[in-house]
């Protein structure tokens, strides 16, 4: 599918994530909480004043690093010099991901855990040579990409094992083929969601895959987490995208997908997808991708509770009429949002919730399925607030996790998750998940939103804010596990797109029983027998 023996550029010095370390994404981007805000804190939360601030990069205390000198010498070998380091600045950027948990524990100032050494393969040859090495000298392997996993998918455990390395993926950075006849583009997996568009985008295509970590996360995370982006409505999750895959594995190269469909037994590209680098490394991926829309229109809802916004989401999808974004807040994160982000001016206020819907494509696909959308909203008792809302909603649509370490700096809590349930268990859901996170965390605020919407259900998204207190760690952790309790007890996924990494698998017996667990046990015993590929993750 992709030109396994292409190499990548050399570079001078090993590059470093574009993320800030101990936050999210551009620092340039993150903003101070207003006066207002910090005094709905201090009225809601009894947040008062700001969190301890964590040492500065220079000053964090990483765990001495592992791995033996003859190791490295070989990893460079391997890869070249350029491309290998211990380094503490290299290995503190990709110490993990970005989850709040994640964030609160860099703030610590005792020394903390990171890959013993990154290392930056630039093609298949390389990464065959690295995990070769790895499993003949036990060690462990993390791929990495562009770090935003917020379920403890990065951590760098050992498993057992001499030491870790952190596989940096970013060197697989090209568009290596698109056929524009069949609608098909093959995209090396380290390449940025931004990246990849713009490459297509020059030739007048597109893949819309927009999920709220587009701006860093890269085309292999998308298909090893099995990723939903915020037009799913109208282009579908990732793993719909995917129509083929090149996987290394410790026991040899996979190249999957040969056709649009095929019922050459079960299909494997399944085996990867949501896989989170514990069974291969995604190198290239084959996605579907159409061309660039040539129009957009926008329209804001407001429905008058949150069951009343469900049923006419649920109308609307189980009609098929089309809209390429669609979503929903209940009451309370309706509020939150307008008290927090900037609206576009000429934005009505308003009431009960917020339902936002976009189209794309031609002139006529988007009037029709305009039409079609709001003839079925209107019928459900939604009452339209223009086209305002919805612009503001994507104007800042990556931006919410900024707004995250605001919180967190003021000295409150903000972490959310996901789940996912058939339209008649959404209510009981709903309910089960909040109730179970306020009874563990007395006085949090929880928000809720329909975030993806298929014909038999949907995927509910959480954002909860408490007061930092003394220990928040142990306070989430305790509030994660009844969350995850809840959601199991009431039929949901224990997670719709976050993926499983290490803090859902807890739950995944639960997900897909004792016999599903022998499955991917011995599947990973097959491709993995040495067992160095992201230990800790995803497999009970």
């Given amino acids: 599918m992709a030109?396994?023996?292409?190499?990548?550029?050399?570079?001078?010095?090993?590059?470093?994530?574009p993320m800030k370390w101990d936050a999210w994404g551009d620092p340039a981007l993150a903003k101070e909480l207003s006066a207002d805000i910090k005094g709905l804190l201090a009225a809601a939360l009894g947040v008062t004043g700001d969190a301890t601030p964590g040492p500065a990069a220079d000053e964090v205390l990483l765990q001495p690093s592992r791995i033996a000198a003859d190791d490295l010498k070989a990893l460079a070998t391997a890869v070249g010099e350029t491309n290998v380091s211990a380094?503490?600045?290299?290995?503190?950027?990709?110490?993990?991901?970005?989850?709040t948990p994640d964030l609160l524990r860099r703030r610590s100032r005792a020394p903390q855990d990171a890959p013993d050494a990154v290392v930056l393969?630039?093609?298949e040859r390389e990464i065959a040579a690295v995990l070769a090495l790895c499993a003949e000298r036990r060690i462990a392997v993390v791929p990495f990409g562009g770090g935003t996993s917020v379920v403890g998918g990065l951590d760098p455990e050992r498993g057992g094992l001499t030491a870790v390395i952190s596989l940096d993926l970013r060197r697989l950075d090209r568009l290596h083929d698109l056929d524009e006849t069949s609608g098909e583009a093959v995209l090396g997996a380290g390449l940025t969601g931004p990246a990849a568009e713009a490459l297509l985008a020059e030739r007048g295509y597109e893949l819309g895959h927009y999920p709220q970590s587009f701006r860093y996360a890269t085309l292999g995370g998308f298909a090893a987490t099995r990723s939903s982006g915020q037009d799913s409505a109208g282009h579908g999750r990732f793993d719909e995208m995917v129509r083929g895959l090149r996987v290394v594995t410790?026991?040899?190269?996979?190249?999957?997908?040969?056709?649009?469909?095929s019922a050459a037994g079960p299909d494997l590209r399944e085996l990867f997808l949501g896989s989170e680098g514990t069974l291969g490394v995604i190198t290239a991926v084959r996605l579907r991708v159409h061309p660039l829309p040539a129009v957009k229109a926008y329209e804001a809802w407001s429905l008058p509770d949150f069951a009343t916004g469900s049923a006419a989401l649920r109308a609307v999808e189980q009609a098929g009429t089309g809209p390429t974004v669609i979503r929903l807040s209940d009451e309370a994160e309706t509020m939150v949002n307008l008290a927090m982000t900037e609206q576009i001016g000429g934005a009505p206020a308003v009431t009960g919730c917020l339902a936002v819907t976009v189209f794309e494509g031609t002139t006529e696909q988007v009037a029709t399925r305009h039409r079609l959308t709001r003839d079925t909203l209107l019928a459900a008792g939604a009452t339209s607030l223009g086209e305002a809302p919805a612009r503001a909603w994507e104007h800042g649509r990556f931006n919410a996790p900024y707004l995250r370490d605001s919180l967190l700096s003021a000295g409150a809590l903000c972490e959310t998750l996901e789940t996912a349930a058939s339209w008649s268990r959404l209510p009981q859901l709903r309910t089960a998940v909040t109730e179970a996170l306020t009874t563990a965390l007395p006085g949090a605020l929880v928000l809720c939103h329909v975030s993806h919407v298929y014909p038999t259900g949907a995927s509910l998204y959480f954002t909860v804010v408490a007061a930092l207190g003394e220990d928040p760690l142990t306070r989430w952790a305790a509030a994660k596990r009844a969350a995850g309790d809840a959601i199991v007890t009431t039929g949901g996924t224990i997670t719709h797109h976050h993926a499983v990494g290490a803090d859902h698998r807890p739950w995944m017996s639960d997900e897909i029983g004792e016999l599903g667990v022998r499955i991917l046990r011995a599947v990973k015993a097959e491709l993995d027998p040495a067992g160095i590929l992201n230990p800790g993750k995803l497999i009970p």
């Fill in 3 to 17: 030109p396994e023996t292409q190499a990548g550029p050399a570079g001078a010095a090993l590059p470093l994530p």
């Fill in 87 to 99: 380094a503490d600045a290299d290995r503190l950027p990709r110490a993990g991901g970005k989850s």
């Fill in 121 to 123: 393969p630039g093609d």
């Fill in 250 to 261: 410790p026991a040899g190269v996979l190249d999957l997908g040969r056709a649009p469909a």
